[in-house]
């Protein structure tokens, strides 16, 4: 994790860059020469200004868009090693800081606990290290315990006052043991239960180092506990900031690029048609026909070619892509589903283990599939996992396994399923589609029914349509007013085109 000292402001130009690089190199050798101190922990006060979006756009769309977002202990560390294993001739300026950062840091890290052990061991025992790692221990909980847990405030700082530890050990009588179990047991009362058994574990621990060094990783992640809970009840907030910075930086982009909206005024104008244009007659009007185009555009994106270039569009292409293969995916099990149920039998339509255990399979088979020339490739893959489900459920129910005759029919028809134009395979992606417009076009929270044939998707259906409903709200919320203006130009536009060759036409017929 870097070092409160550190300047995480980016270089401006490659030569900035690399100045600041090997001023970062020289203040981590100072931090490393000055001695050692004890493992720093990002604040919670700076994880919360960062989820607030107001210094960071990214992380603010991740939660506003993400209602189970949660910070990663792994985003606030310095372990790059994804890095270590990358060949060093491919190695830039970037990587080799942070490889020398993390390397410092252990370094420091190291020597802390290392001389803390070895002042402990001394006889008499040196408390210098232990008073500093007391210090910044009380800190911590300080800034875990809650405003209105005053007793348990005053107990802390009764208990843990470094004045009165300080003349404990310059008279040889501080027992570091006993402040460890005070700490351990006071995290127990405030820290989540998912915390409960490492604290339990570092009870039982006999090493003092060991068991301090324990407690310091674990207020780490007390204070991400804490952070996500405070994401979590502050996330109406946050997604109205972030909104508001979004607006504010797509503007400060388009101030800078010629023509900003250019693959947002192709995706969004696809589907925009005579009888659409005469709808927009008022203000109402062409709400309702932003409304509708925008939806009908969020819907190609489902399509296994399409992808998501609008400029709009930029911090959710990751998501609209993990999307798009999923719904194409489930489109794939759920015709299968279909087969399955209309070749073997109603009987395999009626034991929930076989739908159950087919979408758990299908589900990985087809997890590397992003297009239908993959899914092609993956196909026979399918069929074998497909006659293999069928077979273990027969034989469940004591009936005998799939003839040659009925296997050959339900392989035949798999594999059809490549088709991009199969009936069943259409008819199940045009009634997921129908099912995500009904709930993206709707104003309110009322419930949608699940499409006919697809009731043992209903669990996944709901997820994905939660996932792409927050995406199409915020971004609408984000830029409607140019969605709107790119319609309402065009509309004129064409309607002043149309107005012009009417009267030329006119001019002629006279």
Same mark, same amino acid.
Request: charge should be positive.
């Given at each position: 994790m870097e070092d409160k000292n550190s300047d995480p402001s980016p270089s401006s130009s490659g030569i900035n860059k690399s100045n600041d690089d090997n001023n970062k190199e020289r203040q981590w050798s100072a931090n490393f020469l000055t001695g050692a101190s004890p493992p720093k922990f990002v604040s919670l006060d700076e994880i919360i200004n960062a989820a607030n979006g107001m210094t960071n756009m990214a992380l603010a769309h991740e939660i506003a868009v993400d209602k189970n977002f949660k910070l990663d202990p792994a985003l606030f560390s310095n372990d790059i090693n994804g890095y270590e294993n990358e060949d060093e001739g491919q190695d830039d300026n970037g990587t080799k800081t942070k490889k020398l950062q993390k390397k410092v840091k252990e370094i420091m890290h190291n020597a802390f606990w290392n001389l803390l052990k070895q002042q402990l061991n001394d006889d008499p025992p040196d408390y210098t290290q232990a008073l500093v790692l007391l210090r910044e221990i009380r800190e911590t909980l300080e800034d875990l315990v809650l405003p209105h847990h005053k007793k348990i405030r005053e107990n802390l700082r009764e208990i843990l006052d470094i004045d009165l530890i300080k003349q404990q050990a310059e008279k040889g009588v501080l027992n570091f043991t006993h402040y460890s179990h005070y700490v351990l047991n006071l995290m127990s009362k405030i820290c989540a239960p998912v915390r409960d058994e490492k604290i339990r574990e570092l009870l039982e621990c006999t090493d003092i180092v060991d068991t301090f060094k324990g407690i310091m990783e674990t207020l780490q992640l007390m204070k991400l506990d804490l952070a996500n809970f405070t994401i979590t009840m502050m996330r109406p907030n946050i997604v109205a900031s972030s909104i508001e910075y979004e607006k504010k930086k797509f503007a400060q982009f388009l101030e800078i690029q010629a023509d900003g909206l250019q693959y947002t005024r192709r995706w969004l104008l696809k589907h925009l048609d005579d009888k659409k244009i005469e709808g927009a007659n008022d203000v109402n009007g062409l709400k309702q026909v932003t409304h509708y185009l925008l939806a009908e555009a969020y819907l190609d994106l489902l399509n296994w070619d399409s992808c998501p270039e609008a400029e709009t569009l930029m911090l959710d292409q990751g998501r609209l892509l993990e999307l798009r293969d999923k719904i194409n995916r489930l489109t794939i099990i759920g015709s299968i589903l279909l087969i399955c149920g209309s070749t073997v039998g109603g009987l395999m339509q009626d034991v929930d283990k076989f739908k159950k255990n087919v979408k758990q399979h299908l589900d990985v088979i087809l997890d590397t599939v992003h297009s239908n020339k993959e899914l092609e490739k993956i196909m026979p893959n399918v069929v074998i996992q497909i006659k293999e489900d069928i077979n273990v459920i027969l034989k469940e129910i004591h009936n005998k396994e799939l003839d040659k005759e009925t296997e050959s029919i339900l392989e035949r028809q798999i594999m059809e399923l490549t088709n991009e134009d199969?009936?069943?395979?259409? !008819?199940?992606? !045009?009634?997921? &589609?129908?099912? !995500?417009?009904? %709930?993206?076009?709707?104003?309110?929270?009322? #419930?949608?029914?699940? #499409? #006919?044939?697809?009731?043992?998707?209903?669990?996944? !259906?709901?997820? %994905?349509?939660? &996932?792409?409903?927050? %995406?199409?709200?915020h971004n609408r919320s984000v830029f409607g007013e140019y969605y709107q203006e790119i319609v309402a130009t065009e509309i004129s536009n064409r309607k002043s085109t149309l107005g012009s060759i009417n009267h030329d036409n006119a001019i002629m017929d006279a």
């Open positions: 199969h009936k069943i395979r259409s !008819l199940v992606n !045009l009634r997921i &589609r129908q099912f !995500l417009e009904k %709930i993206i076009l709707s104003q309110n929270a009322v #419930p949608t029914q699940v #499409p #006919p044939g697809l009731s043992s998707l209903q669990e996944e !259906l709901a997820s %994905i349509a939660a &996932r792409f409903f927050i %995406i199409v709200a």
